[in-house]
């Protein structure tokens, strides 16, 4: 099992794709390790969304996970949005393409070109740029240059929260 846990962005918030296979203590274990390092771009988010693919979680596991979202400083919405549909194929969500999610700062001269919407988490600092075909969010300073919809569509964003 090499990702027992997919962190993806969409328009809403974020969305855990976890692995069917997977037993609830490694998935615990795994979100925790990569929301460790990052917990201080967190703080101060606006409510977000989240959403479980793969894996049927009870409500018990799904709640246990939302407390473990919000002890790394993620504001969550109190609507749980769930995908009940039982998940076949883990492969196809883990090549799923409706968002990406960065976590770290981009630095001058650095730069994402994202063929779909991206959440960064982290600084954008000027001289640094993200261009995306779809939306744009950043939790963190937008210093740089951002562009949404870079394939012509009039009704991508990016939206901002500091």
């Known amino acids: ?3 027992p846990v997919i962190i993806k962005g969409n328009n809403q918030g974020i969305r855990l794709i976890i692995e069917p296979e997977a037993s ?3 998935i ?3 979100l925790d390790k990569k929301l460790q390092s990052k917990k201080h771009y967190y703080t101060n988010s606006k409510p977000i969304k989240v959403t479980f693919d793969g894996k049927i979680l009870t409500e018990d596991e799904k709640n246990e996970l939302l407390v473990l979202l919000n002890n790394k400083g993620l504001n969550i919405n109190k609507k749980i949005n769930t995908n009940e549909s039982k998940v076949n194929n883990f492969a196809d969500l883990q090549n799923d393409k409706d968002g990406l999610f960065y976590i770290g ?3 001058n001269g650095q730069a994402i070109d994202a063929a779909t919407s991206i959440i960064i988490i982290g600084n954008i600092e ?7 075909k779809g939306n744009i ?4 300073e937008l210093n740089g240059y951002a562009k949404a919809g870079s394939a012509g569509n009039p009704n991508a964003f990016v939206y901002n929260v500091y």
């Open 1 to 3: 099992m090499i990702n």
């Open 24 to 26: 609830f203590e490694t």
């Open 137 to 140: 969010i950043v939790i963190g």
């Open 28 to 30: 615990k274990t795994e």
């Open 126 to 132: 000027q001289g640094a740029s993200v261009i995306s």
């Open 105 to 107: 700062n981009l630095k």
